[in-house]
C-alpha cells in the first residue's frame, strides 16, 4: 500500500534478484511498485538502451548512480548527457530514450510517480 512505510534496498550492479530486461535493455532490480510510485535501479553495459517511448500517466526522475548515460528525445535532440549523481525529470507524455555511454556500467534510479488517469 501507499500510504505505509516500506524499507528497501539496491543490492549493487551485480547481485542476484535482478529482472531481464532483455539483451538490449540490461536489467533492472524493483525498489518500490505500488498505486502511486515506481522506483527502481537499472543496470545498463555500454552500448544498451531502451527506445523511444513516453509514459502518460507518469512523471518520472532518474539519477545517475554509476556510470554514464546520454537522453535522447525526438528527432535526434540529445537531452543531456549524464554522470554520477546528476538526474533529468521527463514529464508525462515527453517522448524521450537513454543510453550507456561508458565502460563502467550504468546505475540508474528511477523514480516515477503514477497520475490520476483524470490529467
Sequence with gaps: MANQVARFNYPGPYAEGSRDRGSENGRSYDLIYNESVISTVQVMEKGQGNK??????????????????RFHGE?????????PFEGIFIPHHTRYWFESIDDKPLEILRVSSLLNSKQ
Design 75 to 83: 528527432e535526434g535532440v540529445i537531452l543531456g548527457d549524464l554522470g
Design 52 to 69: 523511444l517511448h513516453y509514459h502518460n500517466d507518469q512523471d518520472g526522475y532518474w539519477l545517475i548512480l554509476g556510470g554514464k548515460a
